[in-house]
């Protein structure tokens, strides 16, 4: 993906009122907009070169960017403000192209609306989710994002949901597709894998191929800690279970704290895991 603006982007399943873990980045968002509308209503369009520079309108990671009806952009204070005098629509791709035209046909009536799209994060050089809260004054839109690089536990159970029914349909046809890496169950930070509880052996993995065909006993983070029992221990004679390690969160490439979801289906082990909330995950 280039540095185009892949503006709202539509998540999965997951809406803003279920991002866990984001509700200070969130509302701070909000803040932010509401204080570059108010300073816009107060100064027109003189208050544009202002939200375009670094401090009073950028927080941490957030910043405001102002797109008129045309799709122009105006006004930026992060990395697109190489874009600032230029029409984004035709560095858009077609399936972004319809839900960008959407938001620009958002009425001037005081409302926020919220969605996702995607961007490079400069801290770690990649693309990622981005929630983006965003209002229609006069011909503009006026918006402010934070990064999701952590999915919650809901989006993480509807995964688990998805692999366990295909996995009942078709076992074979879906360890294929996971370890084939199909969007359908490799989704942003959230993976399945899947043991064999006849053999021991993960037969699937939807990250790292590496563990394919391994004994699951032999499992361990990097620390030592031997998760692979931990977790044939903590299944035992249940049908689900959680059970929690730090591992390697494949967004931020980093070692963090993660809640795996693990259900039976059959003779197989199917599992998703989702990393700690930001505010609790090291950055």
Do not use: C
């Not at 405001?64 to 029409?87: C, E, F, P, Q, W």
């Not at 984004?88 to 192209?97: A, N, W």
């Not at 199909?182 to 699937?204: C, E, G, P």
């Not at 065909?213 to 032999?218: A, N, Q, S, W």
């Amino acid at each position: 993906m280039t540095l185009a603006i892949a503006l709202l982007q539509p998540a999965y399943a997951q809406t803003a009122s279920e991002d866990v873990g984001y509700t200070q980045q969130s509302d701070q968002a909000r803040a932010l907009l509401e204080k570059a509308v108010g300073r816009y209503r107060e100064r027109g369009e003189a208050a544009l070169a202002q939200l375009s520079r670094q401090g009073e309108f950028t927080r941490d990671e957030q910043y405001v960017y102002v797109i008129d009806n045309r799709g122009i952009m105006l006004a930026s204070g992060g990395l697109s403000a190489i874009y600032i005098g230029r029409d984004v629509r035709p560095m858009l791709d077609e399936d972004r192209k319809p839900v960008f035209d959407r938001a620009l046909l958002q009425p001037d009536n005081g409302q926020m609306h919220s969605d996702e799209y995607r961007w490079l994060n400069p801290h770690d050089g990649k693309i990622e989710r981005k929630r983006v809260w965003y209002q229609r004054v006069d011909n503009k839109i006026f918006a402010v994002g934070y990064y999701l690089p952590r999915s919650s536990p809901q989006a993480a159970q509807a995964l688990l949901d998805d692999a366990t029914n295909a996995m009942s349909e078709d076992p074979a046809t879906t360890i294929k597709r996971i370890n084939q890496l199909d969007k359908a169950f490799n989704r942003d930070d959230l993976y399945v894998f899947v043991v064999d509880t006849d053999t021991l052996k993960m037969v699937a993995h939807g990250y790292n191929q590496r563990l394919v065909d391994t004994d699951i006993r032999r499992l361990q983070t990097a620390n030592g800690q031997p998760i692979g029992q931990e977790m044939l221990k903590a299944i035992d004679g249940k049908t689900k279970t959680r059970i929690s390690y730090s591992w390697r969160n494949p967004v931020t490439g980093k070692s963090e704290p993660k809640n795996t979801l693990i259900q039976h289906s059959g003779h197989y082990l199917i599992a998703v895991g989702y990393y700690a909330p930001a505010q609790n995950a090291a950055r």
